[in-house]
Antibody, heavy 119, light 109 residues
């Protein structure tokens, strides 16, 4: 069974840092482009960042550009999101998602990890 | 930035009825439009990609149509499990950037 499992969320003060991880299993992780998508309480999903299968291409939403870094370790089947200079408005559940060549969108989602930025 | 506008915000229907949800984009997105379903406490699920293609395992009562800047998700005959929030999403060609609409809540009348 294909699965994505996120970890690393928690409570952090404004200006702080956090690193999220997403472990993939049940599929050839290194073959797929991956994404982070977040969803604040009561709101719709928002795409955050995207990385190519080999890590050579990355893209960010304007709201996180310069603060967040997406990267991956294909040997460990793991995707990461390094989040620096966190703001209250970054509070959300962060989902790891997989993109396939066929759909070019978010086929598979993890169950998410909650990030709360508050003093 | 492309803006997606979904209507109506809330749609109240009964099981067995037909549901028609709209998504309009601020500029053409060709056919690069997807639809997701999200139930309370659950993760969004991909229903439709590239405007009209059903994702794996999605029942035939769900269909998508449209191109350019005007898209529709139709549920031909509502089942009790279809009451949820539906989001449309567009992707740019390159580099890939994704935007979601604000959602339509489909509730039981």
């Amino acid at each position: 069974e294909m699965q994505l499992v996120e970890s690393g969320g928690g409570l952090v003060q404004p200006g702080g840092s956090l690193r999220l991880s997403c472990a993939g299993s049940g599929f050839t992780f290194s073959s797929f482009w991956m994404n982070w998508v977040r969803q604040a309480p009561g709101e719709g999903p928002v795409w955050v960042s995207h990385i190519s299968n080999d890590g050579s291409t990355v893209t960010y939403a304007d709201s996180v550009k310069g603060r967040f870094t997406i990267f991956r370790d294909n040997a460990k089947n793991t995707l990461y999101l390094q989040m620096n200079s966190l703001r209250v408005e970054d509070t959300a559940v962060y989902y790891c998602t997989m993109t396939t060549v066929i759909t070019q969108t978010f086929d598979l989602w993890g169950h998410g990890t909650k990030v709360t930025v508050s003093s | 930035e492309i803006v997606l506008t979904q209507s109506p915000a809330t749609l109240s229907l009964s099981p067995g009825e037909r549901a028609t949800l709209s998504c309009r984009t601020s500029q053409s997105v060709y056919s690069y439009l997807a639809w997701f379903q999200q139930k309370p406490g659950q993760v969004p699920r991909l229903l439709i990609y590239d405007a009209s293609n059903r994702a794996t395992g999605i029942p035939a009562r769900f269909s998508g149509s449209g191109s350019g800047a005007d898209f529709t998700l139709t549920i031909s005959s509502l089942e009790p499990e279809d009451f949820a929030i539906y989001y449309c999403q567009q992707r740019s060609d390159w580099p890939p950037v994704y935007t979601f609409g604000q959602g339509t809540k489909l509730e039981i009348k």
